[in-house]
């Protein structure tokens, strides 16, 4: 136990002092700190101590690897010795976006409105995956398997209905999430979710087919179209943020005693109106653009675009820009019924992960030696983070080759259209998403990754430009 407390005494110190700590939390294998002035952190110093595994900044936090358990233990004793009142991580991760920029807070928010949904998003994705096993032929026999099969073709129709249900009603979801984001009532969000995929209301799927059919409301000599927004996230997302803003100024002005009978008809009332004559149609044009723009360059330059989404994202994720692309996803994946970004950007889960295993072989550091192998295998499974900031990053040259085999790795894989149900599991598992017709190109783009980042990381840890005393430190 004293061994703990000068550790953490040595952290404290290292950190510049109680006096630069603004707040402190921890997750499951790391303290979360806040600094006033990061600059004041010694980070080599606290790498060098024996109960920290690494270190990182992201989101405005400066994060310290310490590793399950033990994590809980040191958070109590740096509570002790610093007096600083117990943070949650809502309070932690407040007060290190109040450090961020304009932009920075936008990427933020999109990330927190979509994350909260990705486990839905993720599980119709997988179901997807599976009920495209049972349905489509030639995989396990010349016919389907659920022809082959019959007696199971009920559980499979089951397999497509609850899959299909998270993107039927996505707006619902994404209007829950954001209405409880912007700081309205949550179900209200959900309401204005489902009257935007009403079934009185022409979907977008046969608008999209046959734009002729489309029946109109008439409004004071307007005439209104009657379309809903089946699969679509940018206009539920402006209408959300408008839901919000109207509930709120209500508030801020109506009497309690009446609010229940008055706020929530006039907000949904107003919000739905300005949807359907001037947000909805703007924002669709807008979402299909930006559909149409990542398929049109994914058809003009396959390569090319592969090549650089891939050449980028670790970039992104460094930056919490990766976030932006959610919502891409979502919405091709709404329209489409397909995604491209996700399974071609993928081979960077595993390249972070083949990385840091190589590095495992290189370094001579027995305690870098261990971050490098265990978060080898959690990057393999989808959990990046420790690899890239504690491992790739601090070398440099393995978060490069990261950069140059995945774009490789993902050129290929964009030659050849590979595409998925939805955003999935990321490494190993990722397949699952993966429209079984391209399983074959998809082993090979990724297997080339990562041999290749194996090769890049071994030959660069050989090069005197990227020779690093850290090495054996």
Not at 216 to 226: A, P, R
Not at 230 to 238: A, E, F, K, T
Not at 328 to 348: F, K
Request: charged share 15%; with cysteine.
């Amino acid at each position: 136990m004293s061994e703990l407390k000068e550790s953490v005494s040595q952290i404290i110190s290292y950190i510049g002092g109680a006096d630069n700590i603004e707040s402190a939390s921890h997750c499951v294998t790391r303290l979360r700190l806040v600094l006033k002035d990061k600059d004041q952190a010694d980070v080599k110093s606290i790498e060098n101590l024996d109960i920290v595994k690494g270190t990182f900044f992201a989101s405005g936090q400066f994060q310290v690897i310490i590793g399950p358990g033990l994590v809980e233990k040191v958070y109590g004793e740096f509570i002790k010795q610093t007096g600083i009142k117990e943070s949650s991580m809502a309070e932690v991760k407040e007060n290190a976006r109040a450090k961020e920029s304009v932009i920075q807070k936008a990427v933020r928010t999109l990330a927190d409105i979509f994350i909260p949904i990705l486990p839905a998003i993720v599980a119709s994705g997988l179901l997807m995956g599976f009920n495209n096993l049972l349905a489509n032929p030639g995989l396990f026999y010349e016919k389907s398997v659920i022809e082959v099969h019959t007696g199971i073709a009920g559980i499979a129709q089951i397999i497509n209905l609850v899959a299909n249900a998270a993107f039927t009603f996505l707006p619902t979801l994404i209007g829950w999430s954001a209405v409880k984001k912007f700081g309205g009532n949550p179900v209200l969000g959900i309401v204005l979710g489902l009257i935007l995929v009403h079934p009185a209301l022409m979907s977008a799927y046969d608008y999209a087919a046959d734009p002729s059919k489309v029946k109109h409301w008439d409004v004071l000599g307007f005439k209104i179209e009657q379309i809903g927004y089946q699969g679509q996230v940018l206009p539920v997302l402006v209408a959300a943020y408008l839901l919000a803003q109207i509930e709120i100024f209500l508030k801020k002005r109506i009497p309690d005693a009446i609010q229940l009978i008055i706020v929530s008809p006039i907000a949904l009332l107003l919000t739905a109106f300005l949807t359907f004559t001037i947000i909805g149609p703007i924002t669709m044009t807008g979402a299909n653009w930006i559909t149409d723009g990542v398929v049109y360059l994914f058809d003009v330059a396959p390569v090319f675009a592969g090549a650089f989404y891939a050449f980028i994202s670790p970039l992104l994720v460094i930056t919490g820009m990766h976030h932006l692309f959610l919502g891409v996803n979502l919405q091709m994946a709404g329209s489409l019924g397909y995604v491209t970004l996700w399974p071609i950007g993928d081979t960077v889960t595993l390249a972070q992960g083949t990385a840091a295993l190589t590095m495992f072989f290189i370094l001579r550091n027995k305690k870098m030696k261990n971050v490098a192998f265990t978060s080898s295998f959690s990057a393999w499974l989808g959990i990046t983070e420790p690899a890239i900031y504690g491992v790739n990053l601090r070398y440099r040259y393995p978060f490069i080759a990261v950069m140059l085999a995945s774009a490789i790795g993902s050129g290929f894989l964009a030659y050849f259209d590979v595409k998925a149900t939805s955003i999935g599991v990321g490494g190993l598992f990722s397949f699952l998403s993966v429209f079984p017709e391209y399983w074959g190109v998809y082993f090979t783009g990724n297997i080339m990754t990562i041999i290749l980042t194996a090769l890049i990381t071994f030959l660069f840890s050989k090069s005197k430009r990227f020779k690093n005393e850290d090495l054996e430190a």
